[in-house]
């Protein structure tokens, strides 16, 4: 073989290596991250808990990844259209969703077919013992007042909830197993079931307060009992639902950010980074104060994805001891 053969041959051979190396990803894994804008899917409609949350985490977001942010709401299912959305694009860190509670406890009465292993937790960035609110001019004064009537009257009270096969509704399912069987009015939109005992279309509402906070100021709303084994240092007139002898303490409404299981490693760590220093400022601080959803602590994405499937084995286990 002549020299210019062995260049060529030499030529071609490097050229067969770096289509063989971009082919197998290593070429695209040291692309800068982030180059270009991060969707973020706000797997509810506008106005809730979770909306607020993602467009925050958005705009606060940006000037540490240095690229935009932009909000897409995609809802239904109780957050499952979203999710579902989620892993229908690449696991390339350009696509996350605010994972929450009612969603994974969805997943657990058996709606859809996600589970926790489908996706990596990045950061747990709110979390919230919930509660049962009634307009301030109810009749129900006291937590004990509305259970008397629960059980002289089955299914005469209703409550606004987020879904079937949530948090509010398993919290229900077993205030029924308990003989205070109330019923589930479900609301796809936050702004609906926020208004609806104010309407008299509902009697009562499960939601954490902070999705609420608006209504609480205004003293149109006043809540009854916190599913919590301790009292809420917001609200510490407010009876656990420990202290009425109900154990089901330990569903909190968590918000989480997500990506799709596969996303690799490197990118999962650098949002987790850029969230968890987001989580320090004092805007951020003021925020969740305000709807009062601070993290106890930051978990690393390894805790994160733990705490998740913790809760979802949980929900499970409540499903599965009504059952019987």
């Not at 706000?42 to 985490?57: I, L, Y």
């Not at 609420?212 to 656990?240: C, I, W, Y």
Request: hydrophobic share 40%; aromatic share 8%; glycine share 6%.
């Amino acid at each position: 073989m002549n020299t210019i053969s062995k260049i060529f041959a030499r030529s071609i051979i490097g050229t067969l290596a770096a289509g063989s190396l971009f082919a197998s990803g290593t070429v695209v894994a040291q692309e800068k991250y982030p180059s270009r804008p991060i969707e973020i899917i706000v797997t509810f409609g506008p106005g809730g808990g979770a909306d607020a949350m993602g467009r925050k985490m958005s705009q606060l977001l940006e000037p540490v990844l240095k690229v935009p942010l932009p909000v897409s709401n995609i809802a239904g299912a109780s957050g499952n259209a979203g999710m579902t959305k989620l892993l229908t694009n690449p696991a390339d860190g350009y696509t996350v969703a605010t994972l929450i509670a009612l969603s994974v406890s969805s997943w657990a009465a058996g709606l859809g077919t996600a589970k926790p292993d489908d996706f990596t937790v990045v950061a747990i960035t709110q979390n919230s013992p919930s509660m049962l609110f009634v307009a301030q001019d109810s009749p129900f004064k006291t937590i004990k007042d509305l259970l008397a009537h629960a059980k002289a009257n089955p299914g005469a009270i209703k409550v606004a909830t987020s879904g079937y096969g949530t948090q509010d509704d398993i919290t229900l399912m077993y205030l029924a197993s308990q003989g205070y069987k109330m019923t589930n009015v479900p609301f796809a939109k936050p702004a609906e079931r926020y208004a609806s005992p104010l309407g008299n279309h509902t009697d009562a509402i499960y939601e954490e307060p902070g999705d609420v906070a608006q209504f609480l100021a205004g003293k149109q709303l006043r809540p009854l009992v916190v599913f919590d084994d301790e009292k809420h240092a917001s609200f510490p007139e407010v009876p656990t639902s420990k202290e009425l002898g109900f154990n089901i303490s330990d569903l909190p409404n968590f918000r989480t950010i997500t990506v799709p299981a596969k996303t690799p490693k490197d990118r999962v760590d650098a949002l987790a980074a850029a969230i968890n220093s987001v989580m320090d400022t004092a805007e951020w601080k003021k925020f969740c104060a305000e709807t009062y959803t601070c993290v106890a602590r930051k978990y690393t994405p390894t805790e994160a994805q733990a705490y998740v499937k913790a809760f979802y084995a949980n929900t499970q286990n409540y499903l599965k001891s009504m059952k019987k």
